[in-house]
């Protein structure tokens, strides 16, 4: 399983709850509803900074973390190369992203507890 884990910088215009209010309710749907999600995409959650952080913790500069989960990179490579990518979802992540912020990581899990 490949993890790809998108560290989310909010479009400088929105507020962080208008921010988190469009990522929540109006992305998700979008994304969710899409052909090449149902195909390639085997999870997805949102993680989205807590209001009450621990004070004198220093705190990453990312305003919410997407976690997609793909059978393997030819699944990813299959996703991110479709027209649904291009013309629905990329357009729709630059509405409330800062694209040139924003951060991947990809990643294999290794579980240690639980």
């Known amino acids: 399983?490949?993890?790809?884990?998108?560290?989310?910088?909010?479009?400088?215009?929105?507020?962080?709850?208008?921010?988190?209010?469009?990522?929540?309710?109006?992305?998700?749907?979008?994304?969710s509803s899409q052909p090449i999600v149902k195909k390639t995409v085997r999870r997805y959650v949102q993680s989205r900074i807590a209001p009450n952080n621990p004070a004198g913790v220093f705190l990453a500069p990312f305003d919410g973390i997407a976690q997609i989960w793909f059978d393997d990179v030819d699944g990813f490579l299959e996703y991110v190369r479709s027209?649904?990518?291009?013309?629905?979802?990329?357009?729709?992540?630059?509405?409330?992203?800062?694209?040139?912020?924003?951060?991947?990581?990809?990643?294999?899990?290794?579980?240690?507890?639980?």
Do not use: C
């Not at 990518?85 to 509405?95: G, V």
């Open 1 to 31: 399983m490949l993890k790809l884990d998108i560290l989310i910088v909010r479009n400088p215009g929105m507020t962080h709850d208008q921010f988190l209010g469009y990522w929540r309710d109006r992305h998700a749907a979008l994304f």
């Open 83 to 114: 027209s649904n990518y291009s013309e629905i979802i990329r357009p729709d992540e630059e509405r409330f992203t800062d694209p040139a912020r924003v951060q991947f990581m990809f990643s294999e899990e290794t579980t240690i507890i639980g």
